[in-house]
């Protein structure tokens, strides 16, 4: 039987669909209720259905699009059944999107970078990453950055994430927290397989209902155990924009859904901790007593949990 799993397995990683079907139905008729098995026929028949759909698409950025597109349908589906991350999950990650790099690639041969949108190298970037190569997720991610997202916190947080795998650690720290500063909410979870932040989704993540919560909460917890210790240098200009962020925030505090006023508490915090933790915030006397004081507001005790942490660090 054993041999027959990694046959199955191994027909998915090849995009062998319909043979996949067949061993995991063999499987299934052994053991009904084995959920290694009922994950692997479902996923065997859910891309065997749709293969037709895929091969119908033309070859270059119209597939890859269209690989993408149903692979996120099919992360959703995954999750809404609450199946496990067993091996056939693995290798219908790796079949789906390295084809879908490949016709990304494709279509870079033929158009050169400059005729793939924007969205189209986030895409591909996300592709390169699930399959792990970075390099080239980060050489595209900066190609992006430098003509068409300048600005995007999305392509900052995943550069951060690629940075970690090519052994830029402290870089990697850096960006993650500029990036969560500016919005948690667009951090990818399923990409994160860097540290510390996996070990730290994975502490928490039994706590929230949601990964609303879990978002908002991370860099704050992060920020609180010491964890992401390093900042880039903010100039007095940015550490002002910073508290003008914080009073706006406390303007919302005792108003709005639970929601909302667990997403500004935690924003004043990290708002707050990042402009205290600033080498030129020291020459904004007036501001840092104001900061510490929505800080305290926020959460009265955490500068000195946080004191605790930095000293056990």
Known sequence: MKYKVEDA????????????????????????DNPEFISGFFISSYWDNRLENILISREGK????????????FEKEISRREYPKTESLVNITFCILQEASIH????????????LDSQTLIQLSFCLMKTGDYKNAYEILSYSSRNYDKSSISVLLCQAECLYHLGEHRKSKIAYREGMLLDPALLKIDLVESEP???????IKQNFKSEIY?????????????????LR???EEELNRIVSEISRLSESIGSGSEEIQFKVKCRIIQ??????????????????????????????????RRGENNRDF
Not at 24 to 32: A, I, N, R, V, Y
Not at 214 to 230: G, M, Q, R, S, T
């Open 9 to 32: 397995n191994q027909k998915l990683k090849e995009g062998e669909f319909e043979k996949a079907k067949a061993l995991f139905s063999e499987l299934l008729d052994k053991e009904p």
């Open 62 to 73: 119209e597939r890859g699009k269209k690989l993408f597109e149903l692979f996120e349908e």
């Open 104 to 115: 990304f690639r494709l279509a870079y041969q033929t158009e050169g970078l400059v005729g």
């Open 197 to 203: 932040l996996r070990s730290a989704i994975n502490e």
């Open 214 to 230: 879990l978002l908002e909460y991370l860099p704050v917890y992060c920020i609180e155990k010491n964890l992401l210790p390093d």
């Open 233 to 235: 240098d903010y100039s």
């Open 271 to 304: 708002n707050a901790v990042t402009f205290l933790d600033s080498p030129k915030s020291k020459n904004l006397r007036d501001s840092r007593d104001f900061v510490k004081r929505k800080l305290d507001e926020a959460d009265p005790g955490f500068l000195g």
